[in-house]
């Protein structure tokens, strides 16, 4: 991103910034592209083969979204990067995903804690960007709706079954919670650009969603005999392009072989 | 051993109080066969424990299920969803159907003979053996 973007003043009325709809469109691509990445991470890893598949497809759903979500970003910019210029050769400080979305995999049971957590929220999300005024914006959103539905419901079903599960299987999906919890409150960060957008029906103000998103995750917490972790810590920056250390690793592996053969087509 | 050595298939057998290193690289004959756990990690053998299911897919409306394959599953509400992405990726259907496989009856190969054969010279059962009279409507 150009560090000489405009400044987020909101404008009531005014058709907004393409660059500021761009930004908007790349944190939410991102999300999508970095979890596609980390659950992709399973196949061939997870615990049982009809597993690799169920999670190989949330994969791909993801990454669909951040495809479109990525081409759309690229066509509001000038320079009209491409959704792989943007995937693939931006460095670390340019990507805007919440941080939540790149942290290590962990185990099955810290797996299906973030995509719970995440899934829901992009479902809450995606269900309001249908009305964005923002017609592409409002199109990706309609068709990624019913995705994350699914995945949600993935998540639902593994962490009521684990956390009311064996004595083991309960202790990991709690402990799962436990240390994700204090990338959750990122998700619900609004800033000016997010709240200028939502002041004209563009985008969706992330602290509006907290509420829904968390009360559906007590719901399943409570169902699976799991308690909501209680944290003071918060990890925040990454819609500043600000990550965390894991996140250099899972770029290398991602951008390693376009970046060794610019251009290389199947 | 090398480096590169620790990332080939290893395993370590005790023979007397010397301990050897052998690994596939040198083909079967270089496996270990005695001293070897045979049966599964306790991990491998809790997932085999799922139960196998039978899924049956309605591809449209008006049309009936069909047997399309089996999967692994924990339970019914994980074999549907399991169905779901393993049958109906490429929109093969509109309803799904499991069940477990322990609960399907099949006849038996031995049976055949008994079973199925003699059918084989009943041409009158099937409904063009019969010519229709002159005359009749509505048939």
């Known amino acids: 991103m150009s560090p000489t973007a405009p400044a987020h003043v909101p404008e009531s009325g005014a058709t907004p910034a393409r660059a500021d709809v761009s930004r908007y469109a790349l944190r939410l691509g991102d999300d999508a592209l970095i979890s596609a990445q980390r659950m992709g991470e399973w196949i061939a890893a997870a615990p049982q083969l009809e597993e690799d598949v169920a999670l190989g497809n949330i994969a791909l759903d993801l990454l669909g979204q951040a495809r479109a979500l990525l081409s759309y970003a690229g066509q509001l910019e000038e320079q009209g990067q491409d959704e792989d210029d943007l995937a693939y050769f931006r460095d670390e400080r340019d990507f805007l995903n919440a941080q939540i979305f790149e942290l290590g995999n962990g185990d099955f049971g810290f797996t299906m804690a973030r995509l719970l957590v995440t899934a829901t929220y992009q479902h809450a999300l995606y269900d309001r960007l249908q009305r964005s005024a923002d017609e592409p914006l409002a199109a990706i959103a309609g068709k990624a709706v019913k995705e994350v539905d699914y995945h949600r419901d993935h998540a639902t079903q593994w962490t009521l079954r684990l956390g009311d599960g064996t004595d083991e299987s309960h202790r990991r999906m709690q402990q799962g919670f436990d240390d994700l919890w204090p990338y959750v409150s990122e998700l619900f960060e609004s800033d000016d650009l997010a709240t200028g957008l939502a002041s004209r029906g563009v985008a969706v103000d992330p602290s509006s969603l907290e509420e829904q998103v968390l009360g559906y995750v007590d719901e399943v917490l409570a169902e699976a005999t799991l308690a909501r972790p209680e944290t003071v810590l918060r990890h925040t920056g990454g819609r500043r392009g600000i990550h965390s250390e894991q996140f250099g690793y899972l770029l290398a592996e991602m951008q390693h072989l376009a970046r060794s053969h610019p251009g290389a087509r199947w | ?139």
């Not at chain 2, 756990?37 to 591809?59: G, I």
């Not at chain 2, 038996?108 to 099937?126: C, G, N, Q, T, V």
């Open chain 2, 1 to 139: 051993m090398t480096e590169r050595d620790d990332r080939v298939l290893t395993s370590e057998v005790v023979t007397g109080t010397t301990p050897r290193q052998l690994n596939a690289e040198g083909g079967h004959g270089a496996v270990p066969m005695e001293g070897v756990p045979a049966e599964q990690s306790p991990l491998r053998a809790a997932a085999r424990d799922w139960p196998l299911w039978e899924v049956f897919v309605r591809a449209k409306r008006g049309l009936s299920h069909v047997h399309v394959g089996s999967l692994h599953a924990p339970d019914a509400t994980m074999a549907v969803r399991n169905a779901r992405d393993l049958y109906t990726r490429r929109q093969e259907g509109v309803s799904i159907w499991v069940m477990p496989a322990e609960h399907i009856t099949a006849s038996s190969p031995d049976e055949k003979d008994a079973f199925f054969d003699p059918a084989a010279d009943k041409i009158y059962r099937h409904p063009t053996f019969y010519s229709v009279p002159d005359g009749v409507e509505h048939l």
